[in-house]
């Protein structure tokens, strides 16, 4: 007989015991019978063909049927749920598959077989007197029968007790007891909990079975599918040969065996196995009804194995079991409302119907790690987990977790889709009050995550959109009030409204989002300007709406058509005040995107014509000015939200304010709304003083461009009588509830005034144009209609009111609420007296004694006042950079949505604060500037604001900080403090040549002036080309050049300062140019300043454009500007390594012509000045400014200056760029800075160092003639620490780069210890180097360094006893056999007699005299020979 297969045996085998199975020709255990084919057809249906049944029941064949399955395609598609479950063999026939769960009607009836009744009871019915049966009737069945019902009627419960009466009578004794006693046979029955009588097998005494357990029968294995009449027998001796198996077992091997079953089975056929036991279970007490329930103790049992099997066993989650039903029986005692025997069909009640209206459990909070789900009450306030409030609240209307109180979120968002108009407002209004609660930072401790990521992920904006289609207000009230607190920030219009009246206030970036996407690079020499923009648009109008939205909320809302559906509300629904005052507010939102949104509302039918018909209308009701009066409809009534939305449109450009102005005939209601007072407004007095601040503002930015000037002359009076009433604001300061909106409003007169002064400084100009222009010029720009002379008179009232203003600077309250109407005062001083010099109607001498009058008279003693120390003192506190943590952004900002909230918001002591000193102290320098620029003789009498300590000590702490990343509301906040810092610097260039005292603020204000160039943010180019023509390159900053700095420098050189080693400078191949020290390279740098500024300026030609558009915004020339939107950021106007900005230029140049293969003839023809001026820039900062270049990453520097060499072909041979690229690479090569170098990390504008450093190589290769400074930056990046792949490049594919590497030793500036510390461990490289050694590829007289270096870790290598792998074991013991059988006697010396690394020797390398003893041991134990002990050194060749 043939042994069954063992475990280990292969394929092979197998088939060897198949092939002797055949040779034998032995009977096989199982005969494969063919079942019957349905579908040959009657042909094959014969009875022949059939094999004979086992015994003679009754068949039924039905041939009538169709061989043709029915079509079921029109029925959807089902998914099964057993199918990952099933297992599928690769050699399984699929027809027989189908065959075994085909499931056609001919499958079904082809055969019917007799049921065997064989073994069943016969009993005779009982004779009765009746002529026909008793009718049964439930009512006869006694209440008292207690039946496990599962959830079944109260007929069902009847009928199943009556038959377990009836089988209780008529069922032998044998059954009652053939369920006496369970075993736990199957993997089902760890997780279920057995009867108090009955105990699980692990849980007897001795760990064996009961001796009774032999008595019962299987659970799951019932014989019926054998299909014969020893199928029962046959399951019987299955379940004993079980039940002598698991008497065998003990205790801990059957626990064992229990959790490696649930292990290895399926969840769901585990769950299956347990419902089984306990519909067996179930049926068991209700064949016995006074069987007891199942104990405590057993439970307990059950509990502990299934803990003991999710904890230790496999780990999985124990959600995958089911979880045991804990539900408790109903009494009438559980139910809040008792049941009465008089109410109709009640008789029987059934408790569990009525199980709905017991009272909630009460929460309990789960003792786990996990997350909870959140829930929110109708007010969008977080629920605690644990709160247990009363469901009157209406916080119980769900079905999951239905004993929390609260909604989630997906709760919420199922209800905005109820078909119920309530459910669906409330739902709206729920989460409207989520997002605004989110967006104040209330849930940022409490909930992990971004709430309004997830409901943006989640489609909320879709959602809100949808909803505003919807045909009932309340839904329309509800969505708009939602969106409002998505998009609306009200602290955004607050400080925006605040900082309109600051110098360059009215300008502000677009609240465009920076696109996440990667945009494709297109070369500018293929795509025009006007054609790239064409493309960006077509791409944005091809993406999908959520494509765009999730990178831009607005302008995916945009693409749906938002704005016409407000129009169609506005304009017909006409909601109630709340919803039309929130359209408003969107529609402003919308209007601060960008100049493309600005013209998408333009351009819309009929929206503006709405807004300004109905919201800013002439004449209006005057009951709105009452007091009690209920304003029901905001149609028909002026409102300052609808001409700020005016306002802000006009911000987007010159041509929109154009139509503003004249389409909608805005002319008329700014005369109408100004020319009123206030109080005499129909209006409620708020309102009015708000409309009218928002009048005088629209007519701001109209001014701004140069328009509606011509209102000045009709409401001059109107101004002046204005001005003369701001004296009387101080009265009303304590008793006036209204005096902030009365301060804002004089501001926005103020701003408005210098707005249309800068446009009368412009007439002259543009008139002399007029008159010069000659018919072949062109079309000329007019003129406006306002002169000089018509504003000059304008200076005598605001002086005098400034002059009042400074009076209380003193008194701390009262100048903190003037302090705003005193900033816009100097600011319109400023710009008077920067304007009035350049008017050909002016006498200089009056302006020259009125500057003089203002400077003795207020400015001086203003300085003098020690609450202006207090404001100097609070510069620090209130800045950005000193503080970057005021600017990061809010914990619920998202990137779609540009908003300019930050953590903990804007608190009296950030620069947008009450307390801020940023704004006055601004305009003050401002004014200060202006002034001196016109009285050059006044600049000795300032030179006290650059003494104030509070001012020195924020220019100490803000130049060396790195300035906050860059987001909306940072680059909105650092724009305002560059200002300051930048009119500092500017009062400081006046001072630098005349002051002799100045030169101690020289080195700071310098520093500051780098450090401000590369901050700098889009729109602000005047002021970076203003410091660069000035300040950047000017020698009166940079005093080190006159007072000993060059020789300090030879001197710290000398003496080794700063450093443990001397810094060494490679020689060049080149002849004929002395070596010259760093002192004199300093020296030469200090006095080629001025050519070194013409090469930079020289690089920001492509800057131009911009340069143009800012230095009309900040020079006062209206009439060219033509947005009062500032370009968006996406980071500073010039990067922050641009003092190697011009080598990048030119290496960018060579790069992009040898790509489209072009020859190098492009390059400029003084590429050697260029190269120069750059590096001695570069070395004189390095020297006298390391500080400035501190934010450049060390490897940075080191890329920037290797294109020295990739850039010209031979440029780096050139005297100039070779010695002061020597200087900085000594520099660069001291400790510190090598410690610093990371060439790992990525480098800005640098994609991967490898691949720059093959550029290298191969450029090394091809033109370097074997000059040291270029080898020295090559060998550079080989240190120990760095990458490996670098020095496999060189003693790999770029091995004959060793024969040109012969940089002498003491040439070399970097420690020898660098590159042999630690040992390598590298076995490809130690192979290779000792390949290139013995080969001859690498030697001493060829490359010194790498020769020393290779040596060193050879030696390292071959005589290492570390324990390490077989294959370097072995890889080293035969590299020393190798050495010692090497003929070159030099090589296999310094091999084997390798001590340290000596750049002072001729070798590179100190030897031993002899090997010591433990060295020498190895040798012969490797080699198998006795070597020579007393072998001399002699000095090699």
Request: aromatic share 8%; with cysteine.
């Amino acid at each position: 007989m043939l042994s069954r297969p063992k475990p280990g045996e292969s394929e092979a085998d197998l088939l060897r015991f198949q092939n002797q199975f055949l040779a034998a020709r032995a009977s096989p255990a199982v005969k494969v019978v063919k079942k019957a084919d349905k579908r040959r057809g009657a042909a094959g249906s014969g009875d022949e063909e059939r094999p004979p049944l086992q015994d003679s029941r009754d068949v039924v064949i039905l041939d009538d049927f169709p061989d043709v399955l029915p079509a079921l395609t029109p029925a959807p598609p089902k998914k099964s749920k057993f199918k990952n479950a099933c297992v599928r063999f690769d050699d399984e026939d699929p027809e027989e598959r189908l065959e075994c769960h085909d499931q056609h009607i001919t499958a079904v009836f082809s055969k019917i077989i007799e049921r065997d009744t064989s073994m069943a009871a016969v009993t005779m019915p009982v004779p009765t007197g009746d002529p026909f049966p008793r009718a049964f009737h439930r009512s006869e069945i006694k209440n008292e029968v207690k039946v496990e019902s599962g959830r079944k009627s109260i007929f069902a419960q009847k009928i199943a007790a009556k038959r377990a009466a009836e089988e209780a009578v008529t069922a032998p004794p044998a059954v009652e007891t053939r369920h006496t006693h369970r075993i736990l046979a199957v993997p089902g029955a760890i997780c279920s909990p057995g009867s108090a009588e009955e105990e699980p097998l692990h849980s007897t005494k001795d760990g064996k079975p009961d001796d009774d357990v032999s008595t019962q029968r299987p659970r799951i294995i019932t014989g019926e599918g054998l299909g014969s009449l020893e199928s029962e027998r046959e399951a019987l001796a299955i379940h004993e040969e079980n039940l002598q198996k698991l008497h065998s077992m003990t205790q801990e091997e059957i626990l064992q065996e229990q959790r490696r079953l649930l292990v290895q089975l399926d969840p769901s056929l585990v769950a299956f196995l347990k419902s089984r036991r306990g519909v067996d279970e179930g049926q068991e007490r209700r064949e016995k009804p006074g069987h007891p329930e199942p104990g405590t103790e057993s439970q307990h049992g059950a509990e502990e194995t299934v803990k003991d099997f999710s904890v230790g066993g496999s780990g999985m989650e124990e959600s995958v079991w089911p979880k045991k039903d804990t539900r408790m029986e109903i009494t009438e005692v559980d139910l809040p409302i008792k049941p009465q025997k008089e109410w109709i069909h009640m008789n029987n009640v059934e408790f569990e119907k009525l199980e709905w209206i017991k009272d909630l459990p009460h929460p309990r909070q789960r003792r786990t790690k996990k997350g909870m789900q959140a829930r929110f009450s109708l007010k969008g306030e977080l629920i605690p987990p644990d709160a247990d409030l009363p469901t009157h609240l209406g916080l119980h209307h769900h079905g999951e977790e239905a004993e929390r109180a609260g909604y989630s979120l997906q709760e919420l968002f199922h209800l905005c889709r109820s078909q119920i108009i309530q459910q669906r407002t409330l739902a709206l209004q729920v989460l409207g009050h989520v997002v605004q609660k989110a967006k104040a930072g209330e849930f940022a401790s409490s909930l992990k995550g971004s709430v309004l990521r997830l409901l943006l992920d989640a489609g909320f904006l879709f959602l809100l959109r949808f909803s505003l289609d919807d045909t009932v207000d309340n839904v329309i009230a509800a969505s708009v009030r939602a969106l409002h607190a998505l998009l609306m920030s009200p602290e955004d219009e607050e400080y925006l409204d605040q900082t309109f009246s600051w110098y360059q206030g009215m300008a502000v970036f677009p609240f465009t989002p920076n696109s996440e996407e990667e945009e494709e690079e297109e070369e500018e020499e293929e795509l025009t300007l006007m054609q790239k923009t064409q493309g960006k648009k077509s791409k944005v109008e091809n993406k999908p709406d959520p494509d765009v939205a999730r990178y831009d909320v607005i302008k995916g809302l945009l693409k749906t058509q938002f704005l016409h559906r407000l129009r169609y509300i506005l304009e017909v629904a006409r909601p109630v005040p709340a919803v039309v005052l929130d359209i408003l507010d969107i529609l402003t939102r919308v209007a601060r995107h960008s100049s493309e949104a600005c013209s998408q509302l333009l351009a819309c039918p009929r929206l503006i014509e709405t807004i300004v018909r109905e919201f800013l209308p002439i004449q209006w009701d005057p009951r709105a000015a009452e007091p009690g009066h209920l304003l029901t409809s905001l149609h028909g009534v002026a409102c300052a939200t609808a001409m700020k939305l005016i306002r802000v449109l006009a911000s987007g450009g010159r041509n929109a304010t154009a139509r503003l102005l004249n389409k909608f005939e805005l002319k008329s209601r700014l005369s109408r709304f100004i020319a009123e007072d206030p109080q005499d407004l129909p209006l409620r007095r708020e309102e009015a003083i708000r409309l009218s601040t928002e009048a005088f503002r629209l007519w701001a930015v109209a001014a701004g461009y140069g328009q509606s000037c011509d209102l000045y002359r009709d409401l001059y009076p109107v101004l002046v009588k204005i001005l003369q009433s701001l004296p009387h604001l101080l009265s009303d300061c304590q008793e006036n509830p209204t005096f902030p909106l009365s301060i804002q409003r004089a501001t926005a007169v103020v701003t408005l005034l210098t707005h249309v002064t800068q446009t009368a400084g412009c007439t002259a100009e543009l008139q002399a144009r007029l008159s010069s222009s000659g018919p072949g010029d062109g079309e000329q720009i007019p003129p406006p209609p306002v002169t000089w002379n018509q504003v000059s008179g304008l200076r005598p009232f605001l002086e005098t009111n400034l002059r009042r203003s400074v009076q209380e600077i003193s008194r701390l309250e009262t100048w903190q609420a003037l302090q705003p109407l005193t900033t816009t005062y100097i600011i319109y001083l400023g710009v008077y007296y920067s304007i009035c010099s350049q008017q050909p109607s002016l006498n200089p001498v009056d302006c020259l004694e009125e500057v003089e009058r203002l400077t003795s008279e207020v400015l001086l003693p203003l300085l003098s006042q020690p609450a202006m120390h207090r404001m100097w003192d609070l510069l620090r506190p209130c800045s950005a950079l000193c503080n970057p943590l005021s600017c990061s952004p809010a914990p619920e900002s998202v990137p779609s949505i540009v908003s300019l909230s930050c953590t903990g918001g804007k608190l009296q002591m950030s620069l947008v604060g009450s307390k801020s000193p940023f704004p006055f102290l601004t305009a003050l320098l401002f004014l200060i500037n202006n002034v001196t620029h016109i009285h050059k003789g006044l600049v000795s009498k300032y030179t006290s604001v650059l003494d104030f300590k509070g001012l020195k000590d924020y220019l100490l702490q803000s130049w060396p900080t790195r300035p906050p990343s860059i987001t909306p509301s940072s680059a909105w906040i650092l724009r305002h403090e560059y200002h300051l810092q930048y009119f500092v610097l500017a009062l400081a260039q006046k001072m630098a040549g005349i002051c002799p005292d100045y030169a101690q603020h020289a080195s700071l204000h310098h520093c500051v002036a780098m450090a401000l160039l590369s901050r700098l943010l889009p729109g602000s180019e005047n002021l970076a080309h203003e410091l660069l023509l000035g300040l950047a390159f000017n020698p009166e900053f940079i005093p080190e050049g006159k007072t000993g700095g060059p020789e300090a420098a030879d001197f710290s050189d000398i003496l080794h300062l700063g450093t443990s080693t001397k810094l060494a400078q490679p020689a060049s191949v080149a002849a004929g140019f002395p070596k010259p020290r760093r002192g004199v390279l300093l020296g030469e740098s200090y006095q080629h300043l001025p050519f070194i500024r013409a090469c930079y300026l020289s690089q920001f030609v492509h800057l131009e454009p911009a340069l143009a558009r800012s230095q009309v915004a900040y020079q006062g020339r209206t009439y060219l500007v033509q947005s009062l939107l500032l370009p968006e950021v996406k980071g500073p106007i010039l990067p922050s390594d641009w003092p190697f900005l011009p080598l990048i230029s030119l290496y960018n140049k060579v790069t992009s012509a040898e790509t489209r293969g072009a020859v190098l003839n492009t390059l400029p023809p003084d590429l050697v000045n260029t190269v120069t001026r750059n590096l001695q820039w570069v070395l004189l900062l390095e020297t006298w400014r390391a500080r400035v270049l501190q934010n450049i990453p060390a490897a940075a520097k080191l890329a920037r200056l290797m294109c020295v060499f990739l850039t010209g072909g031979d440029l780096f041979l050139e005297g100039p760029v070779h010695c002061y690229t020597a200087a900085l690479l000594a520099l660069y090569c001291q400790p510190k800075v090598l410690d610093s170098l990371e060439l790992d990390a990525p480098l800005p504008g640098l994609a991967s160092f490898h691949d720059l450093y093959i550029s290298v190589l191969e450029q090394f290769e091809g033109v370097s003639f074997g000059d040291p400074l270029f080898g020295a930056f090559v060998l550079l990046p080989l240190q120990r620490r760095f990458s490996i792949q670098l020095r496999l490049a060189v003693f790999g594919e770029h091995v004959s780069t060793l024969r040109a590497l012969g940089v002498p030793l003491k040439q070399f500036p970097v420690p020898l210890e660098r590159y042999t510390l630690p040992p390598e461990d590298n076995l490809n490289l130690l192979r290779q180097y000792f390949r290139t050694l013995v080969t001859g590829a690498l030697r001493h007289t060829w490359c010194p360094v790498l020769y020393a270096v290779a040596v060193a870790h050879v030696n390292s290598f071959i005589f290492s006893q570390d324990s390490t792998t077989q294959e370097a074991d072995t890889a080293r013991k035969s590299m020393l056999r190798k050495t010692w059988l090497l003929v070159d006697e030099v090589l296999k010396k310094h091999l084997l007699y390798y001590k340290v690394p000596n750049p002072e020797s001729p070798m590179g390398v100190d030897l031993y005299e002899q090997l010591p003893p433990i060295r020498l041991k190895y040798l012969q134990m490797v080699t198998k020979k006795e070597p020579k002990e007393n072998m001399q050194m002699s000095d090699p060749e």
